[in-house]
T-cell receptor, first 114, second 114 residues
Framework: KAGVTQTPRYLIKTRGQQVTLSCSPI?????VSWYQQTPGQGLQFLFE???????NKGNFPGRFSGRQFSNSRSEMNVSTLELGDSALYLC?????????????FGPGTRLTVT | AQSVSQHNHHVILSEAASLELGCNYS??????LFWYVQYPGQHLQLLLK??????LVKGIKGFEAEFIKSKFSFNLRKPSVQWSDTAEYFC????????????FGTGTSLTVIP
């Protein structure tokens, strides 16, 4: 079974621009969560989508948004990029939601904002 | 606020030494507990998980962890480490009934010297 895939793997953007990252979950998984990983803060939860609905949102500004499609693929968007948004963005999928399902992580998208 | 603490940030061991990585969390409700590992250049992988039952859980590659509810701890152990265990280890807490919003520790970097 194919794992979680994320595209693109690397991105370089300029301050003020916007970016869209994509995540394809494992086949049959309906929940997709997004995390931001930085050396200083570790992994921080951004949001979770389950059956095309946002279930939870972490403590991030409204510039960070996402959506999920009917095939469970998910995208996250960051508008008006800031230098501090440089990070590894991880997508994780699981069969269900509610904290009782293990999450499977993708390789991440490395975003660099200059 | 929920938090996960990993007290050891960097650990260096010789091969065959025993390993114990500490993890403490603060959360008042019922949680599921996880240890993830990130090998150099690879994505996060699940090492082991605790949902309920026997507080001593065994994972892949000879790792085990013990849940001590009274201490809010979930320490990771391995009797004899190998060079291939060099990686970053993350403890994660998944509160029940809050979707898949996992809280991660900041990670412990383990270096095993041959």
């Amino acid at each position: 079974k194919a794992g979680v895939t994320q595209t693109p793997r690397y991105l370089i953007k300029t301050r003020g621009q916007q970016v869209t990252l994509s995540c394809s979950p494992i086949s049959g998984h309906r929940s997709v969560s997004w995390y931001q990983q930085t050396p200083g803060q570790g992994l921080q939860f951004l949001f979770e989508y389950f059956s095309e609905t946002q279930r939870n949102k972490g403590n991030f500004p409204g510039r960070f948004s996402g959506r999920q499609f009917s095939n469970s693929r998910s995208e996250m968007n960051v508008s008006t990029l800031e230098l501090g948004d440089s990070a590894l963005y991880l997508c994780a999928s699981s069969m269900g939601t509610g904290g009782s399902y293990e999450q499977y992580f993708g390789p991440g998208t490395r975003l660099t904002v200059t | 606020a929920q938090s996960v603490s990993q007290h050891n940030h960097h650990v260096i061991l010789s091969e065959a030494a025993s390993l114990e990585l500490g993890c403490n969390y603060s959360y008042g409700g019922t949680v599921n507990l996880f240890w993830y590992v990130q090998y150099p250049g690879q994505h996060l992988q699940l090492l082991l998980k605790y949902f309920s039952g026997d507080p001593l859980v065994k994972g892949i590659k000879g790792f085990e962890a013990e849940f001590i509810k009274s201490k809010f701890s979930f320490n990771l152990r391995k009797p004899s480490v190998q060079w291939s265990d060099t990686a970053e280890y993350f403890c994660a807490v998944g509160p029940l009934n809050t979707g898949n919003q996992f809280y991660f520790g900041t990670g412990t970097s383990l270096t095993v010297i041959p």
